[in-house]
């Protein structure tokens, strides 16, 4: 398997801290990708997500191998529940008050993917000029278009669409989502907080994912098309992009 990656954050046009953390790790066996999005201030939300981003950081240098999709489960879970305890942690030893983050991982191997989230941050998958969101966004307002009280379009102008349900440090009790899909077919895989996402439709970016450019390229006009749109966020993207098409396995 080829790829070629990017990955970025940018402050938006809004707001004038950044809570954002993003990272991609590669070794000769798999591409580790993961997005966070603080929450609880200026200083507790940047802290959240630079804790999960540095908690995987040291997993991935202290030689992390995953072989299988069993692995791959049990590794995001542990992830996800030191996480979830060290940001509990710090925010009960320095009186930080209520603090977290998403998170979505997404663990790409030749044979498998794996993708774990919480909260809303997304990942999406881009396969025969199609691109189609593999995760489920934990919001109030998604809750309510499931038990059927909303309807999507209701639900794009909802007043609460950006309140989450499930997050990172919200919680002792976590509850998060995690997929695999193996003998995927794949052309990209793009992870994105909801500063894309929250302005920028499907539609958009997927024209920008068929592109006929390199993958830094695509993120940096993902980037410009949210800020473009209003930029009332931050905005982080992690895309890796197959260099040989549609990559089946």
């Not at 630079?50 to 879970?77: H, L, P, Y």
């Not at 920008?208 to 800020?227: F, G, H, M, P, Y």
């Amino acid at each position: 398997m080829v790829w070629e990656y990017s990955y970025k954050t940018d402050v938006g046009r809004v707001r004038s801290h950044n809570e954002d953390a993003v990272q991609i790790f590669e070794d000769q066996n798999m591409l580790l990708m993961v997005v966070a999005d603080g929450m609880g201030g200026h200083a507790s939300g940047d802290v959240a997500s630079k804790m999960a981003i540095e908690f995987i950081k040291e997993q991935f240098d202290n030689g992390m191998v995953i072989c299988n999709t069993d692995e791959a489960s049990i590794w995001c879970r542990q992830v996800f529940e030191q996480v979830n305890a060290n940001i509990l942690d710090y925010a009960k030893f320095y009186d930080a008050g209520t603090m977290g983050t998403t998170m979505v991982i997404a663990i790409v191997t030749e044979t498998f993917m794996t993708v774990a989230n919480i909260g809303d941050s997304r990942a999406y998958l881009f396969a025969f000029d199609q691109l189609r969101q593999i995760t489920k966004d934990h919001t109030f307002v998604r809750e309510l278009v499931e038990k059927g009280q909303i309807s999507e379009r209701a639900a794009k102008i909802h007043p609460q669409k950006n309140v989450i349900s499930k997050a990172l440090g919200a919680s002792s009790v976590l509850e998060f989502d995690f997929l695999t899909l193996e003998h995927y077919e794949a052309d990209s895989i793009l992870l994105c907080t909801d500063g894309l996402t929250g302005l920028v439709e499907d539609r958009e970016i997927l024209a920008i994912l068929k592109a006929d450019v390199d993958a830094e390229t695509k993120v940096r006009q993902l980037i410009e098309k949210a800020n473009a749109h209003g930029g009332r966020d931050n905005i982080s993207i992690a895309l890796a992009t197959f260099k040989e098409g549609s990559a089946s396995k």
